[in-house]
């Protein structure tokens, strides 16, 4: 009787270890996410059409806060806080800009030349016009007052020229409300998009 009272609490000693253990892994799993969708990635709710037909307006994506490098094609998450531009003596000018957090396609970075023929459509950057396969709505033949009259531009060094791929109707670095962004207000790169999951796809250039 007593052997079989011994067993029964060793047993229940058992449980609670392996219950106690589960916690603990849970606890750290747990902390570890939250660690990653702090500073790794972040999920973003796209609004609006600017990013058609990549993107539409309810998808959601996974964004990488680690990269730092931005190349031609990649799809960033920024805060358009500031608007910068040239000035008429070609220094760099800065105003308020959209005030909100924009996704949109990098076109150029820093130390590269872009220009825009409006009337053909076509972006050249660094003299090699690019092929936007991406774009289904038509083709680049809206300029918004940033930079007129003074393409080709050279994007400063530290900030990017960005278009949405939706290209009459997004706001971007061709409008004066935007400009060229700074890398220092890029939340991150999209890496994928997971909703809808019929529309799954990866995203990154």
Known sequence: MEEKIASEKQVKGNLIKEIISYIETLIIVCFCMMMIFTYVLRVITVYGDSMQNTL?????????????????????????????TYDNEGNLSVRAGLGITIIKRVIASGGQTIDID???????????VLREDYLTLG????DEGAFTGKYPVVVPE???????DHRSVSKDSRSLDVGFVPEECIRGKVLLRYLPLKN??????
């Open 158 to 164: 530290g900030y990017v020229f960005v278009m949405g």
């Open 56 to 84: 539409q307006s309810g998808d959601r994506v996974v964004i990488s806060q680690l990269s730092r490098n931005y190349k031609t094609g990649d799809i960033i998450v920024a805060d358009a806080k500031n608007a910068v």
């Open 200 to 205: 799954f796809t990866l995203l990154e250039a």
């Open 118 to 128: 409006f009337k053909s459509g076509k972006v050249t950057v660094d003299g090699n």
């Open 139 to 142: 083709m680049t033949h809206l």
